[in-house]
């Protein structure tokens, strides 16, 4: 399966976006963040420190500032990887930073705007550009899917139902690696196509959303597509490639407020944090080389995107950076964030003949409806020469190809033609037949019109065949066919000029960063002093340049070690507050649930690795559930449902409140003593609230079966109220 097999770094590049209207507002403080992009370095300033303090710099495989075009940056930076995507590597692209910084505007852009167009409208071109300037003897499938994960929970854009639909699960097979279940994929024929699957997910996602700048800082948007081309080999049999690309937009990098907030707000803070800290744990797993485990199961992106990291994947990060001052803490984090990831290894290799191939299947099922096909039109056609009268030999080598193939259409539908006027005429010889009894003429008429229906249908399944014969085959993408490449020579020239040119400036600056490193290096061995003075000179000018290396790393290292320490008080703060949830929980448990109920619930949980998290079990095992739920409870023998000992005891004595509820305990204080409430319940309201000492109780009566019973008994039936219980401290 695999081909090349090498290692090659993660490629990351830094933009910063232009200073917008209000902060040019501001103030004359002007940009923190300075580029050299011939040498591919970010020098950060540090708007707090005094003048004298050194600056940061960071170097990275290309740097694009604010003038930068979205086309350059394809060029230079994604082409390469969309190249290697349509020879079946698998491809990522990752957008990393604070919001508002220009994750979206780079891989989106403006989409009426050819100039502003970002890296997806550009993917999209380049790869049906590239299908149809391909050879003939290539046919090529493309799929695309939408989903975003937003506070853990995968969903899929494509879906029309997508927000009343269930959270997808993440599945692993030991081919391909983890993918999404029941994910929607659409085959897409043309960019106009898959531009439209792009904007019916932009839409899904915007549509779910009340606020959608909120909503899109704190979701991952991922766009897959998955290319397959299948070429002749040299074995003469069709080899299939696979090159999967996806397109991570990711939620704004800044930290949440975690301070402060408590119960179901922590958990939702944690939970949209919790992947991107992941993604953060990772790349800092796998840039220091030494640490065993990578924790890619803690979120559900980066297991998600497990192979772009530190696996069979070609990575491409761009992080981007705001230039305002008061952004400096989070463009210094971006940095390092960045900085960090340089350092993973990847091991692309290129995907043939995978057993999922789809283009294989489809394939298979083009040559088994095209069998089926010829299989009628050859059986019509013998009929017709059968009722022509001439003799018919079968070809034995079955190639019905070409124009042979329209000869057959050609006569099998000719023979339906004849065949319907043949019945025509002797309806009508029947009906003119004067020797004939009504009754029998009736049953010839009954006959002849049955025949002419089994034609009738035989036609329509033959034209059905044929349709869904040439949806299935109009999928595929014959390179140079399908597509008409409108682009003149000059233009394709031009292309292939400017390609070049970025291949060149990358080049270029990938050997100025050599030679820089290599200066260094070697400076001193290049050296020869004709004096002692001289020496004296040149080497306290090193020592000087060292000394200033030396600080900037110490700064580095304070900064490093400030920040771990505010991570780890935040971490020690969420660890405090999950323990006191946890120990409210355990109070509950301990208290109001009776031992064996709790065993019963324990017996039930199970643990489901592919999930990563604990599950219940079902009460009845699935294939007995059917013949289980048709049994009556015991206790509501004699009765329409199940009832309470305290109800029955009510409706014995008569007592006539229609909506009682009956025997909620609920316990005091140190939650020993039960107590039995009587609460009054008004339907329409659905829920009830009573202070109780220093709790107080709210019921919430949501429906549940046992409410859809006709309620002919008394009282509202215990279990549904205790079920939806809260206790909260006064
Ligand atoms: P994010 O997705 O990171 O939250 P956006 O892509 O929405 O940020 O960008 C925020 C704003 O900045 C948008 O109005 C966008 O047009 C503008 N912007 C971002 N990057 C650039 C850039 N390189 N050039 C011009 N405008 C930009
Ligand atoms: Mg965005």
Redesign the pocket.
């Given at each position: 399966m695999s081909k090349s097999k090498s290692s090659e770094t993660v490629k990351v590049v830094v933009?910063c976006?232009?200073l917008?209207r209000k902060e040019e507002s501001n103030g004359p403080a002007g940009s923190i963040v300075q580029m050299d992009l011939r040498l591919g370095q970010v020098i950060l300033r540090n708007p707090r420190a005094p003048a004298s303090e050194p600056q940061k710099t960071f170097t990275f495989d290309a740097v694009y500032d604010?003038n930068?075009k979205q086309r350059d940056l394809y060029d230079e930076s994604v082409r390469p990887l969309i190249d290697s995507v349509l020879a079946g590597f698998n491809g990522t692209i990752f957008a990393y930073?604070q919001?508002?910084?220009?994750?979206?505007?780079?891989m989106q852009g403006v989409w009426m705007d050819p100039e502003k167009r970002g890296v997806i409208p550009n993917a999209f071109d380049h790869i049906f550009t590239h299908i149809s300037r391909s050879q003939s003897d290539k046919q090529y499938l493309v799929r695309a899917s939408y989903l975003e994960i937003y506070r853990e929970e995968i969903r899929d854009l494509l879906n029309p139902n997508h927000a009343n639909a269930r959270a997808l699960e993440l599945r692993e097979n030991p081919e391909t690696g983890v993918y999404v279940r029941d994910l929607t994929s659409c085959v897409c024929k043309s960019i106009k196509e898959i531009e439209e699957v792009m904007n019916v997910g932009n839409q899904a996602r915007a549509v779910g959303a009340t606020d959608m700048n909120e909503h899109?800082?704190r979701s991952h948007a991922l766009f897959l597509i998955t290319v397959e081309c299948s070429q002749p080999g040299p074995d003469g049999r069709k080899h299939i490639r696979v090159g999967r690309l996806n397109l991570v937009?990711l939620a704004?990098s800044e930290r949440q407020a975690k301070t402060g907030v408590q119960g179901e707000r922590l958990k939702e803070a944690t939970k949209i944090n919790l992947s991107l800290s992941a993604l953060g744990n990772v790349i800092s797993a796998l840039a220091d080389g030494r640490s065993s485990h990578v924790p890619y199961r803690d979120s559900k992106l980066t297991r998600l995107l497990q192979d772009s990291l530190g696996g069979n994947a070609k990575t491409v990060m761009v992080a981007?950076l705001g230039p305002a001052p008061q952004h400096y803490d989070e463009t210094l984090t971006t940095l390092r964030y960045a900085n960090r990831a340089k350092n993973i290894q990847n091991q692309p290799r290129v995907n043939e003949d995978p057993k999922d191939a789809l283009l294989r299947e489809f394939q298979k099922e083009i040559a088994r409806l095209r069998a089926q096909l010829n299989h009628r039109k050859w059986r019509n056609k013998q009929k017709k020469e059968q009722v022509d009268g001439e003799g018919w030999e079968r070809d034995e080598d079955g190639e019905t190809e070409g124009e042979e193939d329209e000869e057959v259409e050609k006569e099998a539908e000719e023979y339906v033609k004849l065949e319907e006027q043949r019945l025509e005429r002797e309806k009508d010889a029947i009906r003119e037949d004067q020797f004939l009894l009504a009754e029998e003429k009736q049953r010839l008429l009954g006959e002849k019109e049955r025949m002419m229906g089994d034609l009738r249908k035989e036609q329509e399944a033959t034209e059905q065949l044929t349709a869904k014969y040439k949806a299935m085959e109009s999928k595929l993408l014959v390179g140079g066919k399908n597509i008409i490449d409108h682009t003149n020579e000059q233009q394709k020239m031009l292309e292939i000029k400017r390609q070049e040119i970025a291949e060149q400036t990358r080049t270029e600056r990938e050997m100025q960063q050599q030679m820089l490193v290599q200066d260094e290096e070697t400076l001193e061995l290049r050296e020869t002093f004709t004096s002692l003075q001289q020496e004296v000179e040149a080497k306290t000018k090193k020592l000087k340049k060292l000394y200033a290396k030396l600080q900037c790393i110490k700064a580095e290292i304070r900064d490093v070690n400030d920040d771990h320490v505010t991570s780890r008080q935040e971490l020690e703060q969420t660890q405090n507050e999950l323990t006191r949830e946890l120990k409210f929980k355990y109070l509950i448990i301990e208290n109001f649930i009776p031992p064996e109920e709790k065993n019963k619930i324990m017996n039930r949980l199970t643990f489901d690795p592919e999930e990563d998290q604990w599950k219940f079990q079902p009460l009845v095992p699935a294939e007995s559930k059917s013949l289980q739920m048709k049994k009556r409870p015991t206790s509501a023998v004699g009765y329409k449902r199940p009832i309470s000992q305290y109800a029955r005891v009510a409706i014995a004595m008569g007592t006539h409140s229609r909506y009682r509820v009956s025997m909620c305990v609920v316990v005091q204080d140190s939650i020993k003593i039960p107590q039995v409430l009587n609460l009054h319940y008004n339907r329409d309201e659905g829920s009830v609230q009573q202070k109780l000492g220093g709790l107080i109780v709210h019921i919430l009566l949501r429906p549940s079966p046992l409410t859809c019973v006709p309620c002919s008994g008394q009282f509202v039936h215990t279990q549904m109220v205790l079920w939806s219980t809260t206790v909260d401290m006064l």
């Open positions: 933009r976006r232009p917008n604010a930068s930073g919001t508002g910084t220009g994750k979206t505007y780079t899109s800082s937009d704004g981007t």
